[in-house]
T-cell receptor, first 115, second 112 residues
């Protein structure tokens, strides 16, 4: 049982490049989400999904796309990387029962630098 | 809109002393409140949550938190801190949807 697995762990991009951050969970969780962590700002929600085929925007969705074709995977796509997207990205998952009262399980993050 | 405030960027305590990390929240409706801990270069780990019922919630590693509805607070406490408790702590709140809002985090340093 690996929990939430994020790849890659580190990535350096040039401005304008695109890339996909991968997230997979093996706990059969319905709910998955992406956050970015910046110093002094806590974690901010980018996109989330309450099940396969269903996604919605969070607090800071601009510049990012997501899709959820399976329960296990929830990739995050940067369309055209900008220096402002330099951050640490975390994927999380949880059961959706209880209307959101379940704790989330986090991956170890992807550290992304945009030059 | 929901929000969380952690008024202290840093908390420093001596090992064996009580530890308190403060959190206040703003939300419409009944809140779901969480505390998470983050160690260097790792993801967040769940410590405890308040959903309903008893205002004092017990969690992992000897931590507890007290929910105070009138003061809209959910302070994290540990009676006797350990050096290994040194980490970054986040308070988070959820309202009636699945969106989780985090505070900015409090760095706890426990000195030997």
């Amino acid at each position: 049982n690996a929990g939430v697995t994020q790849t890659p762990k580190f990535q350096v991009l040039k401005t304008g490049q695109s890339m996909t951050l991968q997230c997979a969970q093996d706990m059969n969780h319905e709910y998955m989400s992406w956050y970015r962590q910046d110093p002094g700002m806590g974690l901010r929600l980018i996109h989330y999904s309450v099940g396969a085929g269903i996604t919605d925007q969070g607090e800071v969705p601009n510049g990012y796309n997501v899709s959820r074709s399976t329960t296990e995977d929830f990739p995050l796509r940067l369309l055209s990387a900008a220096p402002s997207q330099t951050s640490v990205y975390f994927c999380a998952s949880s059961y959706s029962s209880g209307g959101g009262n379940q704790p989330q399980h986090f991956g170890d993050g992807t550290r992304l630098s945009i030059l | 809109a929901q929000s969380v405030a952690q008024p202290e960027d840093q908390v420093n305590v001596a090992e064996g002393n009580p530890l308190t990390v403060k959190c206040t929240y703003s939300v419409s409706g009944n809140p779901y409140l969480f505390w998470y801990v983050q160690y260097p270069n790792r993801g967040l780990q769940f410590l405890l949550k308040y959903i309903t019922g008893d205002n004092l919630v017990k969690g992992s590693y000897g931590f507890e938190a007290e929910f105070n509805k009138s003061q809209t607070s959910f302070h994290l406490k540990k009676p006797s801190a350990l050096v290994s408790d040194s980490a970054l702590y986040f308070c988070a709140v959820r309202a009636n949807d699945y969106k989780l809002s985090f505070g900015a985090g409090t760095t706890v340093t426990v000195r030997a």
